[in-house]
């Protein structure tokens, strides 16, 4: 019969991790065809399963759509197009849009990005009025001036000029299909606009959606595995039976579901507890560490009576940890290069040998200190 209490303990940790890091909620506005689907994507820099598509979104209303990922919600508006009964209409539905949802933090929108395409060279007055209304609702917003590889210096400027007249504290940005194109006020800077006007656990949130910078993450990935590590060694001064190996690292299941939130891999959660697949690496897990435990950790401790003491516990933690840290690192990699995932060519018996050999080394390097 199958063990299922790490699935349980990982389902609930991630619920609770979840709970405490809410999901930013950003909309993208503007008109039709400025480029908004693409500035979403350029921003968090997602691999193409994920990426959001014209048209390809869930349907909220008839002018607004929703991309959700597992760090964030994001709103793509419709856009509106030429007349004055079609922009009024998307005035109307967005200012809707934000007055049914101001009164509860978690559908409140946080951040804003209105998208007005450099190549049209205008600013109309349906641009200054929805600005105008999202200045008054007090909801950080980033003009971004979209497709400046296809207009000219002169165009982009006149729109600042214009923009900064109506506006004169509004941020604004800029954005290039060609990423190639270096900006003074590009997508890495939006991006950290955006982090800035976020509180901190929808900061974190932003932060995880995004992969913008893989080696940051795996750093931060670090540091979360050391916070556990430390809670394990201290956890281990109440000896724990060998035989009980699993049920340490059952234990550890909050710090899988926040490296699992970190790396944005929600296919990971749902085939980790969907299809099995964490009962049954942590079950063998559990047996190889059991089996042996004295042989990967001579001389750690005492082992007196059968019992794991609190240097064998952080360097299980640690490998664990460690383990999936880096295997995740490699998934993103392989994802943002276009390749087809399969997780189980990941987590099948190559990963639980790596955590094996991460005991050895966590033993060597006594990461517990």
Not at 89 to 109: G, H, Y
Not at 124 to 130: A, E, F, Q, R
Not at 221 to 228: A, L, M, T, V
Not at 230 to 249: C, E, K, N, R, S
Request: charged share 20%; net charge negative.
């Amino acid at each position: 019969m199958t063990d299922t209490r790490y699935s349980e303990k990982f389902t609930q940790a991630y619920e609770q991790y979840e709970k405490e890091h809410p999901k930013p909620v950003i909309l993208v506005a503007g008109a039709t065809g400025s480029g908004k689907s693409s500035l979403i994507n350029l921003v968090l820099n997602l691999p193409e399963e994920k990426c959001a598509k014209t048209g390809s979104g869930v349907p909220v209303t008839q002018k607004m759509e929703k991309f959700e990922d597992g760090n964030i919600i994001v709103f793509d508006s419709k856009g509106y197009e030429t007349g004055e009964e079609q922009q009024e209409a998307f005035f109307t539905e967005i200012k809707q849009f934000i007055e049914e949802r101001k009164n509860s933090e978690e559908t409140a929108v946080n951040i804003i990005w209105y998208c007005i395409s450099t190549p049209s060279a205008r600013i109309l007055d349906v641009d200054i009025n929805v600005l105008r209304f999202f200045a008054q609702q007090g909801i950080p917003t980033a003009l971004v001036l979209t497709q400046v590889d296809v207009a000219s210096e002169e165009d982009a400027q006149a729109l600042k000029k214009i923009a900064h007249q109506e506006f004169p504290d509004l941020d604004i940005f800029e954005s290039s299909l060609d990423v190639s194109v270096q900006l003074p006020a590009g997508i890495d800077h939006l991006y950290q606009w955006t982090l800035d006007h976020l509180d901190a656990t929808r900061r974190t949130a932003f932060f995880y959606a995004a992969n913008r910078d893989l080696a940051q993450k795996l750093t931060e990935g670090e540091s979360i595995i050391r916070q556990h590590t430390l809670a394990a060694f201290g956890i281990g001064f109440t000896p724990i039976p060998v035989a009980d190996a699993p049920l340490l690292i059952a234990d550890q299941m909050t710090l899988l579901a926040r490296l699992s939130t970190l790396w944005g891999l929600t296919s990971l959660k749902e085939t980790l507890i969907g299809g099995g697949l964490l009962d049954m690496v942590m079950s063998q897990l559990g047996k190889s560490i059991a089996g042996n435990l004295l042989k990967l950790l001579p001389g750690v401790g005492s082992l007196a009576g059968g019992m794991i003491n609190g240097s064998v516990g952080a360097a299980l933690t640690w490998a664990l940890g460690t383990a999936v840290n880096t295997t995740s690192y490699k998934i993103c990699q392989a994802q943002l290069r276009g390749e087809r995932i399969v997780l189980t060519d990941y987590f099948n018996n190559d990963f639980i040998k790596l955590i094996m050999q991460l005991i050895t080394e966590a033993k060597n390097r006594q990461v517990w200190k």
